[in-house]
Antibody, heavy 121, light 109 residues
């Protein structure tokens, strides 16, 4: 079964850090681009970051540039999001999502259930 | 940056047809993808590349894209279609970023 399972969310104070992980199974992870997409409570979807299959191409939404770092470990079928200098506005449910192909822009056809990040003092 | 505009909400009776619009500057030149998100669930891809259906998505879901508007069409609407629907494109011209529309909440009367 094709599956993505996120972990690493939690409650953190403003200015703090968290590292999200996404464990992939049931498909050849190294052949697909991957994304982090977040959804603040009661709000719409917001793309956060993308990474191509071989990590050649990495992109971020402007609001997280310089604070978040996406990475992947194809040997261990894992995707990561290192989040530093967290702000209240980063509070959201964070989804890991697979691109249809090796690069961004082709649609995201597999999604995890998400992990919740709450930034509050 | 590129902006996608969707109506916040719409309602339709069971058995009728729903047309959900997604507006963007010259969106017809881009590939548009559509997602369904039922309350409390993760998004599900229902169309990609304007009108292609992933495996398992009913033929009742179709799409078109031309000019400044892309449209998701749901025929013979069912109660289970009640959800938020999001359009999405890849902006490779300005920011190299994924852009989501604000979402349309479809209510089945």
């Amino acid at each position: 079964e094709v599956q993505l399972v996120e972990s690493g969310g939690g409650l953190v104070k403003p200015g703090g850090s968290l590292r999200l992980s996404c464990a992939a199974s049931g498909f050849r992870f190294s052949g697909y681009g991957m994304n982090w997409v977040r959804q603040a409570p009661g709000k719409g979807l917001e793309w956060v970051s993308s990474i191509s299959s071989s990590s050649t191409y990495i992109y971020y939404v402007d609001s997280v540039k310089g604070r978040f770092t996406i990475s992947r470990d194809n040997a261990n079928n894992s995707l990561y999001l290192q989040m530093n200098s967290l702000r209240a506005e980063d509070t959201a449910l964070y989804y890991c999502a697979r691109d249809i192909g090796p690069f961004s822009g082709w649609g995201m056809d597999v999604w995890g259930l998400g992990t919740t990040v709450t930034v509050s003092s | 940056s590129y902006i996608l505009t969707q109506p916040p909400s719409m309602s339709v009776a069971p058995g009728q047809t729903a047309w959900i619009a997604c507006g963007g500057n010259n969106i017809g030149s881009k590939s548009v993808h559509w997602y369904q998100q039922r309350p409390g669930h993760a998004p599900v891809l229902v169309l990609y590349d304007d009108s292609d259906r992933p495996s398992g998505i009913p033929e009742r879901f179709s799409g078109s894209n031309s000019g400044n508007t892309a449209t998701l069409t749901i025929t013979r609407v069912e109660a289970g279609d009640e959800a938020d629907y999001y359009c999405q494109v890849w902006d490779s011209v300005t920011d190299h970023s994924v852009i989501f529309g604000g979402g349309t909440k479809l209510t089945v009367l």
